[in-house]
């Protein structure tokens, strides 16, 4: 079995899957990725440059009007290629509405495609008004600070086009339950429906927190990691760890990670020496000392895969509803707890059950620890996007 993704640049998580996909499945799988930098890769995500998975380097463009981007000789790739499976993203499966002839080519060699959907921004069919002009709805960082009806009209469009492109897909792989309700909403059948959840190289992660098990907290220290952007909600945390220091004068707040809002937020913290930022760390070891350093694991925003990355070093977490990765492996008061999104004392307050008891937040974070090792993990997801592959070989071929 042949199976290529699109991709607007491998991640470090991505590269993980198509690893295990590769060498414990035996699927032969390739990655079709912008030839320079992709307008639909997120500012400020770190790719890999170096890996071993079959990359092929693809032209992007942006379409005219609704400014898209798209690959200009997917085409070509295909035909060379001739994969069995084609598993494609956001925005480049808008590609398949506008490009007649790509939609030929997938025809005549018969490959069966897979939309890879990041679900947290699409609503329902029905409710894309009400989901639009609601905190649910993280779009650009001019629409989160000031959405208008320009901005709906454009949101309105693009979602009305994407329900033409999730009924054409022989099979969908989401990362959240709740996919399954809103891609269904667009007439696509539930069979055709797989959830996946989502995993870092979860491998990598377990065999360095063996090797640094020795290693604890001297003090209580929370930790962000991730890019520095607005909806990460950096400033919401240090927010919460200045009230909290006051009664928890050891109390201190690692900041991992690079962005936008580096300066701001070094500014914003620059009265208190016991915030620490640290940058952007990539090596996997090096980051694992950072997480075994921590006592509580800290979403204040939108996110996802740090929690897991956070959980295989055995740490308690603290989030709010973000991109939904989050609800297969935090459990409230079982491993961690929620705050209401954006609320300053309902963050302090959860932050806090976990601070005031050793017992309990050593307890979390040996469950989340083995959430990792027994549920949700590389290993884990790679078989079920399996499941989805196979789903769509035993399809009767196209017309």
């Known amino acids: 079995m042949k199976v290529l993704f699109t991709f607007p640049g491998l991640a470090h998580y991505l590269t993980a899957l198509l690893t295990r996909l590769r060498d414990d499945e035996g699927i032969k799988v390739g990655a079709i990725v912008p030839g320079a930098y992709s307008r639909a890769r997120g500012e400020g995500v770190h790719v890999n440059e170096n890996t071993s998975i079959n990359t092929f380097r693809a032209a992007e463009s942006k379409r005219f009007l609704i400014g898209k981007s798209y690959f200009m000789n997917l085409s070509v790739v295909l035909e060379n290629e001739k994969p069995d499976i084609l598993v494609i993203g956001w925005p480049y499966a808008l590609d398949l509405i506008f490009n007649a002839h790509l939609r030929k080519v997938i025809r005549k060699n018969n490959i069966k495609l897979i939309y890879k959907g990041i679900p947290f921004n699409l609503p329902p ?26 901005g709906f009209l454009k949101f309105y469009l693009i ?27 667009y007439g696509v059948a539930k069979e055709k429906i797989f959830i996946t959840y989502n995993s870092p190289d979860t491998d990598t992660h377990l065999e360095i927190e063996e090797k640094l098990k020795d290693i604890n907290p001297d003090h209580p220290n929370l930790l962000h990691v991730g890019r520095l952007v607005r909806w990460k909600r950096v400033d919401l945390l240090i927010a919460a760890y200045r009230k909290l220091k006051l009664k928890y004068p050891k109390l201190t707040l690692t900041i991992v990670g690079d962005g936008p809002e580096d300066l701001y937020l070094r500014h914003f913290a620059s009265d208190d020496k016991d915030i620490i930022f640290l940058g952007s760390i990539y090596d996997p070891m090096e980051l694992g000392k950072v997480f075994k350093s921590a006592s509580i694991y800290v979403l204040a925003g939108m996110g996802g895969l740090s929690i897991n990355e956070a959980m295989c070093y055995g740490l308690p977490v603290v989030c709010s509803v973000a991109d939904g990765t989050e609800k ?13 999104r954006n609320n300053l004392n309902s963050l302090c307050n959860s932050i806090e059950l976990l601070l005031q008891d050793e017992n309990k937040m050593k307890l979390f974070g040996e469950r989340s620890l083995q959430i990792i090792k027994e549920e949700i993990n590389i290993q884990t997801v790679s078989k079920r996007y399996v499941k989805a592959f196979e789903y769509v070989m035993n399809l009767p071929a196209k017309n």
């Open 125 to 150: 069919s029905n409710k894309i008004r009400s989901f639009y002009f609601s905190d649910k709805y993280t779009g650009s960082e001019a629409e989160q600070s000031r959405k208008t009806i320009a």
């Open 159 to 185: 979602t009305k086009l994407r329900g033409f492109y999730l009924r054409m897909a022989d099979a969908h792989v989401f990362y959240i339950d709740e996919a399954v309700k809103t891609v269904a909403s």
């Open 328 to 340: 297969a492996i935090v459990r409230a008061d079982y491993n961690g707890y929620y705050f209401e």
